[in-house]
């Protein structure tokens, strides 16, 4: 089973950026499919963005053209660089992979996008 530490949240004004990464171990990371997904407060998990192990890519209507993910598998890292955030960007973001049936999430970072 993969375990997965998110890392790069914080407060950001709007308009600004930031880069999370989520660092995964114990298992074949290029193997995984890999997401992120938000918890704003008060509200339900969504998906934000998705990696397939070959590359692909989707992403919520919300935040296309405004979030990228991407992989790097020599450092079992999944990135989300995030611009041009709002404030109704900010909740609890989590990386989460798959293989199969299995799952693993991590234990979220907070993104807090306010002036």
């Known amino acids: 089973q993969v375990q997965l530490v998110e890392s790069g949240g914080g407060l950001v004004q709007p308009g600004g950026s930031l880069r999370l990464s989520c660092v995964a171990s114990?298992?074949?990371?290029?193997?995984?499919?890999m997401g992120w997904y938000r918890q704003p407060p008060g509200k339900q998990r969504e998906l934000v963005a998705l990696?397939?192990?070959?590359?692909?890519?989707m992403y919520a209507d919300s935040v296309k053209g405004q979030f990228t993910i991407s992989r790097d598998n020599a450092k079992n890292t999944v990135y989300l660089q995030m611009n041009s955030l709002k404030p109704e960007d900010t909740a609890v973001y989590y990386c989460k992979a798959q293989l199969g049936g299995a799952a693993s999430w991590g234990q979220g970072t907070q993104v807090t996008v306010s002036s």
């Open positions: 114990g298992s074949i990371f290029s193997l995984y499919n």
């Open positions: 990696i397939s192990s070959a590359g692909s890519t």
